[in-house]
């Protein structure tokens, strides 16, 4: 029956505790508490527990009761079909508790859905089934015929395991003449039968004397042991050997080696020879201690010869008699009180475990519940537990030596997916000796993370007339949950671009994200779009998260740069630029301005001198188009130059265009008329805009010796011309912020720039206003106000205004 028990409870009802609930208890009531017979019946009713727990009879099956005992016998069991609490194996009260007056089993009643722990304390009541005995049936014993009447000799005593009135209460002796009996109790409140002459005896008269000796105890009914005494009549032996005190207590430590000394008697006889010889031996002594100690006949040593364990025998009483060679002997009582030491580590038993927990169980959901044993006693016995993981987990003590087991914080199965948490426990003794287990904790996911893409923003770049079917680019989604919460679907938001569904644009694959463009595309009729493609996961619910993709088409080089001042005519010359006698080197002659309808590197625009008469007297920034005066003018009346400068773009292959300007030095403005005048009439044809133009230009250079003697005067400092490309890039050159990024390579930048053009022939009063993208610029209108330009190469993106 035992064995079935626990098997049952082992495989079978602990496994359904660890799987099956999440929130358990412990019972902190009061214990129920039974007073019971031993020896009672199997299958008698102690108690009823659907009473005494308040429970009803319908939560028995559902519950399902069970005795936890933490001894190897269950001796109870409960009835789960009325409640009752019964008696499952036979009960012996001296087998439990030996020679204590108070016996006390301490069980603990399990309850599941939910868990609840009932401790109960059932006293064992003693009954009288037990009878005195003697340890020997036949006592022998010697008497010298000199004995004196009133002399007293030792008879071995009976015992009785019961106790209270059921233990041994007297002793009788069959009534004669010659012998009476004295029942002698010591300070331990043991009762010593001895047999007192009550007349001289006479070895010629009597040999031998046979007498019974009854040991009865208090029980009813009564019972009795008995024993024979044989007396034979011995020649004089008139003293008594005398122990020191009649009892000898003594406390050993249970981790005391074999063969250790535990106590030497030592009886004294005042006879000599013979009759003063003492020997020593186990009046009464149980089998439980004949297996523990020993003792030398003569010398009166006790040793132990077996192991001592405080768990096991507390205590062990015996008896030791001294009998000289007369045959008159005395009796003393041993009492060896085993001392426990710390020699029992703590055992740690799984009661319950969730496992896996989900991550969103809030702190304080209970994990385990663990039950702590220590067989020691004491400070030795006293147990305190802690975890590893103190951060995530705490471990708090609850009742009867269980521990909870719970979250102390939020999980997340992002970070730790699972954890090794190790319980040590340490007892109170000295060495301390502790005990580990380790539990190993899985944490469930839950979908509560996001997809999310490895880029905040998408931007592609294609070039224009891509064929249909072509796959663009790759958008990637990761998620940091497990399985179907980290399985991700991809999509495009429906948009319309133009009115057009972008789905006409544009298709994805949704597993691995691949974009695929569903047409050719244009660039001069579409330059860019967007759209948002979301990735959504598995999980229930599903989570999802949107990103945006940019599409940037890319322009070939095929506009060549517009050169927008000097205005060339029909023939591809410009009218005259006036210089004055007084002007030195580094004087700003004119600026020529140019754009490109293209973009990017296609745009990026740079001045060369064509064609020039003297290298060395003119010289113009490559970048910003000004032409200055590379040295002081030849000191001549009249000088009159004509160049030509070449504007080219920076795209593969380079586009470009040229102007012709016309170049008098002279003293006044005055002077330069009548050179004027004879290019008009050399002119095969001159139209009414070119006068006008002229007429312009001869006003704007009055102007400008105007503004250049007062700005001499003001600021009294020479003009420097720009040497290299960073003043081109402070001073002239058009920085940008590109609706699609720039991409450094060989190719052109993805998008032109629309900016108004602000003309006068000073540098410093020149700029350009750069305004936000266009779309669909015609190139033939690249000389109103809202143009494009192309910025490449290595060139800055900020978009400004800057003065040329």
């Given at each position: 029956?035992?064995?079935?028990?626990?098997?049952?409870?082992?495989?079978?009802?602990w496994?359904v505790?660890?799987?099956?609930?999440?929130?358990?208890?412990?019972?902190?009531?009061?214990?129920?508490h039974y007073?019971i017979p031993?020896?009672m019946k199997i299958?008698?009713?102690?108690?009823?527990?659907?009473?005494?727990?308040g429970?009803?009879?319908?939560?028995?099956?559902?519950?399902k009761?069970?005795?936890v005992?933490?001894?190897n016998?269950?001796?109870?069991?409960?009835s789960l079909?009325n409640?009752n609490?019964y008696?499952?194996?036979?009960?012996d009260?001296?087998?439990?508790?030996?020679?204590?007056q108070?016996?006390?089993m301490?069980?603990?009643?399990l309850?599941?859905n939910?868990?609840?722990?009932?401790p109960?304390?059932i006293?064992i009541?003693?009954?009288?089934d037990?009878?005195?005995?003697?340890?020997k049936?036949?006592?022998q014993?010697g008497?010298?015929?000199?004995?004196s009447p009133?002399?007293?000799?030792?008879?071995?005593?009976?015992l009785?395991?019961?106790?209270?009135?059921?233990?041994?209460?007297?002793y009788?002796?069959d009534?004669?003449?010659?012998f009476?009996?004295?029942?002698?109790t010591d300070?331990e409140?043991?009762?010593?039968?001895?047999l007192i002459?009550?007349?001289s005896?006479?070895?010629e008269?009597?040999?031998?004397?046979t007498l019974?000796?009854?040991a009865?105890?208090g029980g009813?009914?009564?019972k009795?042991g008995?024993?024979?005494?044989?007396?034979?009549?011995?020649?004089?032996?008139?003293?008594y050997?005398?122990f020191?005190?009649d009892a000898?207590?003594?406390?050993?430590?249970?981790?005391?080696?074999l063969?250790?000394?535990?106590?030497?008697?030592?009886a004294?006889?005042?006879?000599?020879?013979s009759?003063g010889?003492?020997?020593?031996?186990?009046?009464?002594?149980?089998?439980?201690?004949?297996?523990?100690?020993?003792?030398?006949?003569?010398?009166?040593?006790?040793?132990?010869?077996?192991?001592?364990?405080?768990?096991s025998?507390?205590s062990?009483?015996?008896?030791?008699?001294a009998?000289?060679?007369?045959?008159?002997?005395?009796k003393?009582t041993?009492i060896?009180q085993?001392?426990?030491?710390?020699d029992?580590?703590?055992?740690i038993?799984?009661a319950?475990?969730?496992?896996?927990?989900?991550?969103?169980?809030?702190?304080?959901?209970?994990?385990?519940?663990i039950?702590?044993t220590?067989?020691?006693?004491g400070?030795n016995?006293?147990?305190t537990?802690?975890?590893?993981?103190?951060?995530?987990?705490?471990?708090t003590?609850?009742?009867n030596?269980?521990y909870?087991?719970?979250?102390?914080?939020?999980?997340?199965?992002e970070?730790?997916?699972?954890?090794?948490?190790?319980a040590?426990c340490?007892d109170?003794?000295?060495?301390?000796?502790?005990t580990?287990?380790?539990m190993y904790i899985?944490?469930f996911d839950?979908?509560?993370?996001?997809?999310r893409?490895?880029k905040p923003?998408?931007?592609?770049?294609?070039?224009?007339?891509?064929?249909?079917g072509?796959?663009?680019?790759?958008v990637?989604?990761s998620?940091?949950?497990?399985?179907?919460n980290a399985?991700?679907?991809?999509s495009?938001?429906?948009?319309?671009?133009d009115?057009i569904?972008?789905?006409?644009?544009v298709s994805?694959?949704?597993i691995?994200g691949?974009?695929?463009?569903?047409?050719?595309?244009d660039?001069?009729q579409?330059?860019?779009f967007?759209?948002?493609?979301?990735?959504k996961?598995?999980?229930?619910?599903p989570?999802?998260?949107?990103?945006?993709v940019?599409?940037?088409?890319?322009?070939?080089?095929?506009?060549?740069?517009?050169?927008?001042?000097?205005?060339?005519?029909?023939?591809?010359?410009?009218l005259?630029e006036?210089?004055?006698?007084?002007?030195?080197?580094g004087?700003?002659?004119?600026k020529?301005?140019?754009?490109?309808?293209d973009?990017g590197?296609?745009?990026?625009?740079?001045?060369h001198?064509?064609?020039?008469?003297d290298?060395?007297?003119?010289n113009?920034?490559?970048?910003?188009g000004e032409?200055?005066?590379?040295?002081?003018?030849?000191?001549?009346?009249s000088?009159?130059?004509?160049?030509v400068?070449?504007v080219?773009d920076?795209?593969?292959?380079?586009?470009?265009?040229?102007v012709?300007?016309?170049?008098?030095?002279?003293e006044?403005?005055?002077?330069?008329?009548?050179?004027?005048?004879?290019?008009?009439n050399?002119?095969?044809?001159?139209?009414?805009?070119?006068?006008?133009?002229v007429?312009?230009?001869g006003?704007?250079?009055?102007?400008?010796?105007?503004?250049?003697?007062i700005?001499?005067i003001?600021?009294?400092r020479k003009?420097h011309?720009?040497?290299s490309?960073?003043?081109?890039?402070?001073?002239v050159?058009?920085?940008?912020t590109?609706?699609?990024?720039?991409?450094?390579?060989?190719?052109s930048?993805?998008?032109?720039?629309?900016y108004d053009?602000c003309?006068t022939?000073d540098?410093?009063?020149?700029?350009?206003a750069?305004l936000k993208?266009?779309?669909?610029?015609p190139t033939?209108n690249?000389?109103d106000?809202?143009?494009?330009?192309?910025?490449g190469?290595n060139?800055?993106?900020?978009?400004?205004?800057?003065k040329?």
């Open positions: 029956m035992e064995s079935e028990d626990s098997s049952s409870i082992d495989s079978m009802a496994q505790l660890f799987l099956c609930f999440t929130l358990f208890s412990v019972a902190a009531s009061n214990p129920l007073s031993e020896e299958n008698a009713a102690v108690g009823n527990l659907v009473k005494d727990l429970l009803t009879t319908n939560e028995l099956e559902i519950r009761l069970r005795i005992s933490h001894n016998r269950n001796y109870f069991n409960v079909e409640g609490l008696v499952s194996d036979r009960i009260r001296e087998e439990l508790c030996g020679s204590e108070i016996c006390v301490d069980l603990e009643i309850a599941e939910p868990v609840n722990v009932y109960v304390k006293e009541q003693d009954i009288n037990n009878s005195p005995t003697f340890f049936n036949l006592f014993l008497i010298s015929e000199s004995a009133g002399s007293r000799f030792i008879l071995g005593n009976a009785d395991p019961d106790i209270g009135t059921n233990s041994l209460q007297s009788t002796l009534p004669n003449l010659q009476s009996l004295k029942v002698k300070t409140g043991k009762k010593h039968p001895e002459l009550a007349q005896l006479d070895r008269k009597q040999k031998q004397y019974i000796l009854t009865s105890d009813n009914p009564l009795t008995t024993a024979c005494i044989t007396i034979v009549v011995q020649d004089a032996n008139d003293n050997p005398v020191s005190q000898y207590r003594i406390h050993l430590n249970e981790n005391s080696p063969g250790s000394l535990v106590l030497q008697l030592n004294t006889d005042e006879d000599e020879g009759n010889e003492v020997t020593y031996s186990f009046s009464h002594m149980s089998e439980k201690v004949n297996n523990v100690f020993s003792m030398n006949t003569e010398t009166g040593i006790i040793r132990t010869k077996g192991e001592l364990d405080y768990e025998a507390k062990y009483e015996m008896t030791v008699e009998t000289d060679g007369g045959g008159l002997g005395a003393c041993v060896i085993i001392e426990d030491v710390n029992n580590a703590p055992e038993m799984l319950s475990l969730s496992n896996p927990i989900p991550e969103d169980s809030a702190p304080g959901t209970l994990v385990a519940l039950h702590i220590d067989l020691d006693s400070r016995g006293e147990v537990c802690q975890i590893s993981e103190t951060i995530t987990f705490t471990l003590p609850s009742s030596n269980y909870k087991l719970v979250t102390a914080t939020h999980l997340d199965r970070k730790n997916s699972s954890y090794n948490i190790t040590i340490e109170g003794g000295s060495p301390q000796m502790v580990e287990k380790i899985v944490i839950i979908n509560d993370n996001f997809p893409f490895d923003i998408y931007i592609v770049y294609t070039p224009e007339h891509t064929q249909a072509t796959a663009l680019h790759a990637y989604a998620d940091r949950d497990d399985n179907e399985e991700i679907i991809h495009i938001i429906n948009s319309n671009i009115n569904p972008v789905t006409s644009y994805i694959n949704s691995t691949e974009i695929y463009a569903q047409r050719s595309f660039y001069e579409l330059r860019e967007q759209f948002q493609v979301m990735a996961d598995s999980g229930s619910p989570l999802s998260s949107n990103v945006t940019r599409i940037c088409i890319i322009d070939k080089n095929d506009n060549a740069p517009k050169i927008l001042y000097p205005s060339p005519d029909t023939e591809g010359s410009a005259f006036f210089i004055p006698h007084s002007a030195e080197k004087y700003l002659v004119t020529v301005i140019a754009v490109d309808a973009s590197h296609n745009a990026w625009l740079s001045y001198l064509l064609q020039v008469p290298p060395s007297l003119f113009i920034g490559q970048y910003t032409i200055r005066i590379g040295r002081d003018l030849p000191d001549t009346e000088l009159r130059q004509k160049l400068v070449l080219k920076n795209g593969v292959p380079s586009l470009s265009s040229t012709t300007l016309n170049l008098v030095m002279a006044n403005f005055q002077q330069v008329v009548p050179e004027i005048r004879r290019q008009l050399n002119s095969a044809t001159v139209s009414n805009t070119t006068f006008y133009l007429i312009a230009i006003l704007i250079s009055l102007l400008f010796i105007v503004t250049v003697l700005t001499v003001a600021k009294c003009t011309s720009p040497t490309f960073d003043a081109f890039n402070r001073n050159y058009p920085q940008f590109l609706g699609c990024p720039s991409e450094i390579s060989d190719t930048l993805p998008f032109p720039f629309s053009v003309v022939l540098s410093k009063q020149n700029e350009i750069y993208p266009v779309q669909n610029v033939e690249l000389i106000t809202d143009d494009s330009v192309i910025v190469g060139m800055p993106t900020e978009q400004v205004t800057q040329l």
